[in-house]
């Protein structure tokens, strides 16, 4: 492009400086005078009537200063979607999980909070529970909320075209599922927060949140404050991935704490209490159906998903919706049709994580989408390539595709990769596979019904010229959005990054509503350009007004203002500056041109401060169906990926050797944070693809509630990854820009996935792909071919309902055993 | 009962009151006020309280604070000379391996302990030497080139 | 959750250490590493009223290359194991071990002793302690003992030291000539796992290109207890080494053990036993390339 002086680059991140040398302060970093300590009294059991609750002990303690139960705390109900509120800050009748809040302390230190709580006394009437899909829809089965019966949180029934015409018009119609386990977002930073609520009735609460704007409105709506008497300010946060995007009852008992002690409350969460909160990953079981002709064209797509969701909807009416629609795209699809049901369990809720709802429906189509190539004869690549939307197209669910970088992505990774050369011709254990994702570019509409704009940004000019401060609401969690915004905010203005200085996370500074879908370079970016038009419009209006050229004959650039036509005389306004400057260093010489800080200046001298204001909402979008705003964006990110990987056959172990990943970004503001969100992207699919899952034994608790046995990638487990970044113009994102930090995990999962098969000769079901999983697919397969002995093995196409009922089952394809089989 | 112990942190001499049942971390941290040592799990998983201790990187909250009596330690607050940032520091912000930054710390501590052991490291001992420090952002890629930059 | 509360001591010596064990009896709790006791309290499984640290014993921080014989004083780092050059040329096989055992920060704690005294079937030194048939030096006020490592755990979290005992060394023979070990920890990571299945694998030759006269397999994770595979080192005996023989006494081992499994457990029982016949199979395997190698 080379079109940008601050965009488009690499840039290091504006927070880097501080966060190498351990500068950057991050909520348990901080302290107040008189700060108290809280802690949390959690349910034992899985699922109990309370019958009582005694504080007395805990109250007499020395060093208590408050003990809050629902009795104090209220029962106002809260969650994510206003649909589904089904939480309170406390248990008051059932705890409903293990972890499930009953009461909280706030005293003069930790050890004595956690003291008090173990004084807590509770008598309960244990109920009986269900921790799986099954058991909680099964008739008769317990019901943990009674406005919900079988336990279904939502379920969704879509059909968009006509899809039993089209199913009759195929020549091959393949059935296949995929589960996943629930996942843990396993942030290295456990979430906190400090609430110091003062005299003046202002309630000032620091939280590790993704969110800042629905954490206000949480709180404001649970403890009764006015939303302008609550101000949630973030500090740096480390790592989000979903699991933060949202009020927990740690935030909310901390507010209430200090609100009854008059002094600032401090609350964390421990390692275990991280997994006993949840609110990650769900577990998803898929299955999918997939009409094609012989060509390898897409005709239609029957879709039926369950959750286990946990004990409260958190994200999941959203989820459900997401699992469906994502699979709009990025293949022309003409008929769909999907049921999803979310169901509630006696395990922690679940809720969002990195690439939200879609991740394991992605993993489901694209591994059916290479079997159905293998059953065609048709590369996989190609029937991808063949089956792509182009700019322009819509979905059969009304998804706009106003960019689409899908076709470069695939030729990327497979040039890269040398797939043409690799695929098909590796030796038994090694495999070569590929996938696509897809994602949104922000959610069209906000959590709660509104109007509401999704992102507000003030950049004020510093009185004395030369430095732009920019004020968001919005998360930076780790991402990078604040260099992100730095960037877009110098660049509109026409400036040096280094003359931009950013605060973001506070709600005073305005509404953003966060991190979360892939959602900010997009829609606080568009805020920032218009905040950052904004002044510099402004400055150059001053300068018109005292050159008497016309606006449009000046420019800034790089912090220097350019006439387009005659170079006017600026002795008059240098000296003026000067002046005003006598004894300073830097003044500007004779010959060197008008300086934004000079043209700043005078702007101020003029106007008083010089503020910009930008703002953004999608347009309205999508269809007018039940559910259609969940899955709508103003664009969508597109990914693909190739995997290259070997199997040790005699133990089940899979080692990623390359991955070469390519995703269309629309225009890279930061190429080496762009990267960053892809290569981290790989890391967390690789971790859930073959390593993570969060386990409970019979009664529901969590069993790997730590980072020993709840396994992420470490450094030796990371493979080689030549990322591509493929640039788009989206027409709706600042200067073409849209998502990454989500989208880019897309492919991963289904690209291990096919290249396992490849390398392996059989179809693998179920996630996490540990070695024990692999080995006895490979087991079973060989047995099943030992069987077979030297019949002459079936061309005929397989029934395609074979791998629908057992997740675990086997799918063997005939053209795959005389290449792989021993 | 709290005792009062001598430790020596980033050249600076200390006395310290500390509890039996203090951990290093906690010390460090609350006490000293040295925060950029972070608490990420407190069971020597993910190692971002890692400090060196005596020139060896370990997990500050698998160590109790008595047993540092008499010892020298280096945070990450320590890191950076009178001449301005350690070359790895640099490398680090100039490789694009920061993120959310709560490993950043330890993540550096650990790759300094390598470099001052092994100026000329192969990527191999490059992950083994960070194998200690979950980083959930990078993908440690970027961390590793990084720490290669800076390799002999 | 904050560790609970106990008074900590850190004895000079070794015999202050044993009279403060004897003196504080079962409240007391020794810390050498670390880095499983740190655990232990933090999870609330143990509250010891004393902590006596030994980790600054001069004395039990000693790895001396007597001849013919390795001592490893009890508080030796796992990290100095990795690193000996010494180490990884005569005992390669625990050296393996050792590179196994939790990330680089935690080696730089962990103690040799804290990874045998702690008794847990799935730790990565026992098996190729054992397959070098280790002895242990426990010590008391009054007086020293040595045990065999094959006599040592009597089950998971127990052995047969007593209350008042410090395990202060491990001694290992140097290895005979045309003799290889080998050490395999499955997991399911790359690294810093806990195992599922480890095995080691010890056996001599009588000549090069000789028959076996003599082996040692020891699996950890099948057996409350790290146990010898007697059966498929009997099978051995007085055999020449080949793929087939390695084979047999994979699968003598795999007949032999019974590891438990649940839906709960790292793994299932059947795969854990697959993985005895692969990793024996696989350790013998690199016991014999360095049997046959140089160091013979």
Redesign the interface.
Known sequence: MGAYDVINS?A??V????????????V??MKMPGMLFGAMLQSPLAHAEILDIDTTAARRLPGVKSVLTSKEAGLVKYGVSPARYDETIFCHDRVRHVGDNIAAVAAVD??TA?EAVSLIKVEYRELPAVFTVEEAMAEGAPVLHEAYPRNLTAEVHHEFGDVEAAFAQCDLIKTSSLVNKRQD??????PGCIASFDYSGCLTLYSSTQVPHYLQRVVAMVLGLPVGKVRVVKP????G?GPKAGANHMDLAASLLSMKTGKPVKMNF??KQVFMHGRARHQFFHTITTGVKKDGSIMALKHQCHLNGGAYSSFGIATVYYSGSLLGGPYKLPAMKYDGYRVYTNLPACGAQRGHGAVIARACWEQQLDMIAEELGIDPIELRLKNMMTVGDVTCNHLNMSSLGMKDCVEAVRDRSGWKEKKGNLPPGKGIGMSCGFFVSGAGYSIYRSETWHGTVIIKLSEDGGTALVYTASAE????SDTTFAMIAAEAIGIPLEWVRLESGDTDFGLDLGAYSSRQTLMTGLATKEAGEAVKRQVLEVLSEELGIPVEDMDIKKGVIIFKRETPDITALRTRYIKEHRGWTDNPSPDEPLSFREASRIAFLSRGSIVGTGKYKPPVLGGDHKGATVGTSPAYGCSAQVVELSVDM??G?I?IEKITDAHDCGLAINR??V??QM??????GLGEA??EEV?F?DKGRV?NG????Y????????P??EPVIVESDEPNGPFGAKEVGEGAIMPAIPAILNAAYDAIGVRIFELPL???RV??AI?QYNQKLAKQGAEEMSSAKRDGNLCTKDAQAIDISSQKMNVKGK | MKKLIRVTVNDVAHEVAVRPNQTLVDMIRYDLGLTGTKNGCGEGDCGACTVILDGTPVNSCLVLAMQADGRTITTIEGVESGEGLHPLQQAFIDKGAIQCGFCTPGMVLSAKSLLDENPAPSEEEIREGISGNLCRCTGYLQIIDAVKSVAK | MSLPEFDFHAPEGVDQACRMLSDYGAGARIFAGGTDLMLDMRRKRISPEHVISIAAIEELKRLDFAPGMLKIGGCVTVARIVKSKEIALKWGALCAGAKALGSCLVRNLATVGGNIVSARPAADLPPSLMVYSASLVLKKTTGERIVSMDDFFTGTGTTVMAADEILTEIRLAEPPPHSGAGYINLGIRNACDINILNVASHIVLDRPGGVINDARIVMGCVAPTHVRALAAEKLLMGEKPSEALFERAGEAAMKASSPRGSAYSRASAEYKKDMVKELTMRTLGIALKEASGSRS
Request: zero cysteines; aromatic letters at 8%; a negative charge.
């Open positions: 690499r290091a991140r927070d880097a400086s501080d966060k190498v040398r351990g500068r950057a302060v991050y348990d970093d930790l050890d956690l977002a396993a942030f290295i930073e456990p740096y946060v480390g790592g991935f421990d390692r969690i780790g991402q990078g005699g133990t172990k080692n080496t944070s990267e960053g290569i981290g992207s790989v890391s967390m073959l390593f386990k034994d069993l730590d980072l020993a046995e396994k992420i990638p470490r450094a030796l487990d990371m080689a990854v540990k070695p024990e080995y006895q087991k």
